[in-house]
């Protein structure tokens, strides 16, 4: 099994481009995340679905969209990227129903210039 | 929201001593308290977690204590190894069946000297 995987490893975007991550997890996990990590701020929630068809805003939602396009994938775009959205992005899962332990993708280290 | 505060920022240990590592939380409803090792270019892994209904917790070298009156919980790292070399964060919630909202601290850095 590979757990949750993330694409891309890396991205440099200008600023007012869009992207999306994406994230695929094949643990059968009902629950999905984005989060982003940045020095000294900790691991802080984009956006999150707790099951298959829903999705909710977490602590830094403004300038992200997310769709959870099956129970498997959960993918993150940036509309309009702005320089205050370099930052390294992780996808993670949890079985839900329960089960609390995160399991996180690789990464992703987003740089917009 | 929950608020996490995490101190300190760093730590530098030499080996086979101990570290701790405090956290404090805002919202008296939490009631799980995991935390997580990163290790340089890697990605975040659980290595201890603590319920509200549980005062202590401990796996071979690495023990969490929570006192919920003061809001407050720690790692504590014995006979620390240079494997022991990462960044620790500590999170907390309010434990659902599904949608783990966690909020974490904002991470230790810690560094085992031989």
């Known amino acids: 099994n590979a757990g949750v995987t993330q694409t891309p490893k890396f991205q440099v975007l200008k600023t007012g481009q869009s992207m999306t991550l994406q994230c695929a997890q094949d643990m059968n996990h009902n629950s999905m995340y984005w989060y982003r990590q940045d020095p000294g701020m900790g691991l802080r929630l984009i956006y999150y679905s707790a099951s298959e068809g829903t999705t909710d805003k977490g602590e830094v939602p403004n300038g992200y969209n997310v769709s959870r396009l099956n129970k498997r994938e959960f993918s993150l775009r940036l509309e309009s990227a702005a320089p205050s959205q370099t930052s390294v992005y992780f996808c993670?899962?949890?079985?839900?129903?329960?089960?609390?332990?995160?399991?996180f993708g690789a990464g992703s280290r987003l740089t917009v210039l | 929201g929950e608020n996490v505060e995490q101190h300190p920022s760093t730590l530098s240990v030499q080996e086979g001593d101990s570290a701790v590592i405090k956290c404090t939380y805002s919202d008296s409803a939490s009631n799980y308290f995991p935390w997580y090792k990163q290790e340089l270019g890697k990605r975040p892994q659980l290595i201890i977690d603590?319920?509200?209904?549980?005062g202590e917790k401990k796996d071979q070298r690495i023990a969490v204590t929570l006192n919920k009156t003061a809001k407050h919980f720690s790692l504590h790292i014995t006979e620390t190894q240079p494997e022991d070399s990462a960044v620790y964060f500590c999170a907390a919630n309010l434990f659902k069946a599904a949608g783990n909202k966690l909020t974490f601290g904002g991470g230790t850095r810690v560094l085992v000297k031989p």
């Open positions: 993670a899962s949890t079985e839900g129903a329960g089960a609390n332990v995160l399991t």
């Open positions: 603590i319920r509200s209904n549980v």
